[in-house]
């Protein structure tokens, strides 16, 4: 299969990850580059995304690897929130269960047991509402909380 990429998308997609002076949750290369929009609604956090060509395998859907980094960062961003503080993927599992081939994509992020190591879950939804993969993971908190009126450990 000899596919072609919409090469003005591709370095837009670039340079507005270039173009970025800031590194935090929500505001980093990666981020910009995927084209990632990050809410929290309620207890969960999303991260949204259109599925650009650019980020597609050979065989013409989005490369699996691209769907487990949005699963990975509505996690994380998750628990960065929740937690106060990141944290760092111990362990994590992806199952794909249907093709990405373009449109939308929203991965939901929830927490299944908080403490000083996290179990998530990230489910991922393509524009009809299909699931498409979901993930489970550990994770472990890098600082404790800042207490009141205390400094956090790091």
């Known amino acids: 299969m000899d596919r072609r990429i919409d090469q003005t998308k591709a370095r837009a997609a670039f340079e507005r990850a270039a173009a970025g002076t800031r590194e935090t949750f929500g505001d980093f290369f990666l ?10 609604p309620g207890e969960a956090c999303e991260v949204a995304f259109d599925a650009a060509d650019f980020l597609f395998n050979p065989q013409g859907t989005l490369h699996g690897g691209v769907l487990a980094t949005a ?42 047991r908080r403490g000083g ?8 939804r393509d524009a009809e509402g299909t699931l498409v993969a979901f993930a489970t993971s550990t994770w472990k908190l890098l600082r ?11």
């Open 117 to 124: 190591t996290w179990f998530l879950r990230a489910e991922a």
């Open 71 to 112: 699963l990975d960062i509505a996690m994380g961003h998750l628990l960065n929130r929740q937690a106060g503080g990141p944290g760092t993927t111990l362990e994590m599992k992806v199952q794909y269960l249907a093709p990405v081939r373009g449109g939308r994509v929203v991965c939901r992020g929830e927490a299944l």
């Open 144 to 154: 404790a909380p800042a207490a009141s009126g205390s400094a956090a450990v790091r």
């Open 31 to 40: 981020a910009r580059l995927l084209g990632l929009e990050v809410t929290y």
